[in-house]
């Protein structure tokens, strides 16, 4: 048994609303993604592990326990199309923390591939602000993403990197 060694997993996470800011690449702009997505329908419900997930960003002062949790991200698929968020946490009224979402970015997966969330920069260790999309394979090591993001807690954007850079691990929960 594995543990997912670099993403906690969100349990309040309360991020509903549709983000402000939306990024397309240039790849992907001649598909629209599907209508589940759509601005106006906000964020879809998370029922399977294998087609969504929300997480904390573990950012340096999170990991010594100095600050509590400030940004999380998640992601939907909706057929073929996966969407990307970038929460931040804000004070809520009395309630606890409010999730806010900050950025998304979406992008249509093709065959036999996943997002990837266990990534690094290639030469540096998994930082769990990196995630790619990748083809799905059973090595411990995922080949060469084809996409590949940050999640950039300075900016709170979502910014795109190149995914040559990019390494990313299998993930595992149960083995």
Known sequence: ???IRYLAPLVT???CGSPPHEQRLPDQAARSPQPGFAADTGR??????ASCRDWIIETPGFLHG?????FSGSFRTLGDTIRLWFDTA???DGHGKRWTAVDSAAAILNSKE???????FKGKALDGQL???VTDT???EYPAPRLAWQFDVQTARIRPVLPDSVHCDRESIDE
């Not at 879809?44 to 592990?49: G, Q």
């Not at 100095?66 to 400030?70: F, H, L, Y």
């Not at 996943?114 to 690094?120: P, R």
């Open 138 to 140: 059973v090595a411990e």
């Open 66 to 70: 100095s600050e509590p949790a400030r």
């Open 90 to 92: 804000r004070t809520g």
């Open 114 to 120: 996943v997002l990837a969330q266990a990534c690094g």
């Open 13 to 15: 996470c309360m991020a």
């Open 131 to 133: 995630v790619a999309i």
């Open 1 to 3: 048994m594995t543990p």
């Open 44 to 49: 879809p419900p998370c029922d399977s592990v």
